[in-house]
């Protein structure tokens, strides 16, 4: 209903400009300040407070049969028992059930409902109504019936705990917050409507409690509180907005900062209509400071909407000048990137990452310069997190890093090596795979003093699957903490550990992380790898070094195939489907001459391979062999199978190749 009210108090205002605010804005003032601060502990015994319950609670306490209630509000009319007070309504002809024959859980002790004031027990004096009549001390309780949105006395403690126990399953982050919310939302139908009429009333008071809103513990609060600021944003004229820029610039900055990404996209698009306003009249530079930094954290955040949101306000209010303004302030966004790299959020630690990213590849090194020991520091911490994704974008990053800045680089080398080597064993594929790209960046960077350390570790790592097995497991050592999908109960201690505390969003993995440790195997949710992960995080740094140290990868590549052609234990064919997608840019790599030179001892494994029964290995080895087929030419790949590879070829309905001219 309130927001049907909303739409018509803008169709009005739009029509009959201000002066529906002028009529309004004492009633929307008293529902904010009066549903702002929903406080259990306000409520007192008997006759020391009143407190406004929502209407669910008085909707439930109408069907209680609980004999404690001894409250005394207004009951709901009777379309049948007439009132010496109050007219008979009247008759709907029998369409519709009367009010007081509705079958409520107190007419099972006969009890009659009157109009107005008390019901009474069916005995003597039944059928009065009798605004203070005293209850008769051995007489049963009365039964109530509350009309909705009244103010009630708790007159009993155990009504009084019942209450305030209610009102704790709702006081949460994920529920609307009383009538709060749709004021909020009226109070921002009339400014959309008013326009820049409006100006003049957006005064302290409203920013105070746009303000107060914006910190409240309620999700849905803060993101209407950031709807608000955007429809003043839009309808402000631009004398108002200057002088409101400073107090709504900070405002917006916290909400592109929150831990729901409901509230960051509202306050993205507040910020938007903010920023190409001032941008277009020339007062944004002032401002910039402090809304560029979680601008550039939305761009790589992992909520799509977001993201998309505003990697589009970038470009409609930066233009070009992107990198130059980051490199302009670089103070203040280090600064914020390394708050956020801390987050309590882990998508938000990820995006961190991915800024710093950023910054070592496209922002003018002069000015991130000063900054890459800090940078470095922080990146090393999100190598230690719980999260494998922030794992993942910090190891890329650290790569980038020492690329672009090598001889500042230097004093973190062998704290980032140690890392690196343990990440290229990690239980999770992707960051094995960007572990083994930082090391080949690394390479790059420093040459033959490298490539000193990383090919040692490569030679020992490779033939690690030779130890694995037969009962090999993809995901060893995480336990199954439902049974029939069905999580168990939690209870006591445990359930109290997990009360009052901070709410995320759904899937997030924040409240199942844990703190992170000081050491680079501190990982604490980590199992050991298994021998033939540590041999797949080999193959992707053969992949990478292929380039740069040709001769070792070439000589190291016939034994990589006899390894990958284990098969006694059960997830050779992962191992098989990882070497076969890394042969074509291997052979790349080598060139098409020392490439021929190790051909012969891979073929037969690649053949196995295609008629293995995986079917994304198969599909692996087809792609393999059309590539080769194809960089090699027909004629000198086709010359080098035996007539057992040539059969499966043809029988083969995953690649096409031509065999003897057909």
């Known amino acids: ?285 002032k401002y910039l400071p402090i809304l560029l930094p979680p601008m550039c954290i939305n761009r790589y955040y992992v909520a799509q909407g977001v993201r998309i949101y505003s990697q589009e306000t970038w470009r409609m209010a930066m233009r070009t000048n992107g990198a130059k303004l980051v490199a302009k302030h670089i103070g203040k966004v280090v600064e914020f990137y390394v708050a956020q790299a801390a987050a309590d959020n882990h998508a938000v630690r990820e995006a961190a990452c991915a800024c710093i990213t950023e910054l070592a590849k496209k922002v003018e090194r002069k000015a991130v310069s000063p900054h890459v020991d800090t940078l470095l520091e922080t990146l090393i911490d999100c190598f230690k997190d719980d999260s494998w994704p922030v794992r993942d974008a910090a190891c890329s990053a650290c790569g980038d890093f020492i690329l672009a800045y090598p001889e500042e680089s230097k004093p973190k080398m062998k704290k980032l090596y140690s890392l690196w080597f343990v990440h290229l064993k990690d239980s999770i594929p992707t960051v094995r795979e960007g572990a083994a790209v930082a090391l080949a960046k690394a390479v790059a960077a420093y040459g033959e003093e490298a490539e000193a350390v990383v090919l040692p570790k490569l030679k020992e790592a490779l033939p690690s699957v030779k130890q694995q097995p037969n009962d090999s497991k993809r995901l060893a050592g995480l336990e199954n903490v439902t049974q029939f999908g069905v999580a168990r109960r939690v209870t006591g201690k445990e359930a109290l550990a997990n009360s009052d505390a901070q709410m995320y969003s759904c899937g997030s993995l924040a409240p199942k992380m844990k703190k992170r440790g000081a050491g680079c195997m501190d990982h604490s949710f980590q199992r050991p790898a298994e021998p033939w992960e540590v041999t797949d995080g080999a193959i992707y740094l053969m992949r990478e070094l292929a380039p740069k140290c040709q001769d070792a990868v070439g000589g190291l590549l016939p034994s990589a195939a006899e390894y990958v052609a284990l098969r006694n234990y059960g997830h050779h064919v992962y191992l098989k489907q990882t070497f076969w997608k890394a042969v074509p840019a291997i052979a790349k790599g080598l060139g098409k001459r020392p490439f021929k030179r190790v051909l012969e001892p891979l073929l037969e494994p690649l053949f196995e391979t295609l008629v293995c029964n995986h079917r994304l290995a198969m599909h692996a080895a087809a792609d393999c062999i059309e590539f080769l087929n194809k960089y090699l030419g027909n004629l000198v790949f086709t010359g080098r199978l035996t007539e057992d590879m040539r059969t499966k070829l043809r029988r083969s309905n995953l690649v096409s190749v031509k065999l003897d001219g057909l």
């Open 1 to 285: 209903v309130r927001l049907v009210v909303a739409a018509v108090l803008q169709a009005l205002t739009e029509v009959d400009g201000i002066a529906i605010w002028l009529k309004a804005k004492d009633e929307i003032y008293k529902s904010i300040y009066r549903n702002f601060k929903r406080d259990v502990n306000a409520v007192k015994i008997e006759n020391k407070s009143k407190f406004l319950l929502p209407t669910a609670n008085l909707i439930d306490l109408v069907d209680s049969e609980s004999t404690d209630n001894q409250a005394a509000p207004s009951a709901l009319p009777s379309a049948t028992s007439p009132s010496p007070t109050a007219p008979a309504l009247p008759s709907l002809g029998g369409a519709l059930p009367s009010l007081g024959s509705a079958p409520l859980r107190g007419a099972a002790r006969g009890i009659k409902k009157p109009i107005g004031g008390r019901t009474l027990p069916n005995h003597e004096g039944a059928g009065q109504t009798k605004e203070t009549k005293k209850k008769d001390p051995g007489s049963e309780p009365a039964d109530i019936v509350l009309r909705p949105s009244v103010k009630t006395r708790v007159s009993k403690p155990a009504e009084l705990t019942r209450w305030k126990a209610e009102l704790r399953e709702q006081m949460h982050d994920t529920e609307g917050w009383k009538s709060l919310e749709t004021s909020f939302g009226a109070l921002r139908a009339i400014i959309t409507g008013a326009k820049e009429h409006f100006s003049k009333y957006v005064d302290d008071t409203l920013l105070r409690l746009l303000e107060q809103a914006s910190m409240h513990t309620n999700r849905f609060v803060r993101e209407i509180s950031f709807h608000t600021a955007a429809a003043i944003a839009t309808s402000c004229d631009i004398e108002t907005l200057k002088t409101l820029a400073e107090r709504t610039c900070t405002l917006l900055a916290k909400g592109l900062s929150d831990n729901w990404s409901q509230v960051r996209y509202a306050s993205s698009i507040a910020t938007r209509h903010m920023l190409t306003r001032a941008m277009k009249n020339g007062f944004a530079e």
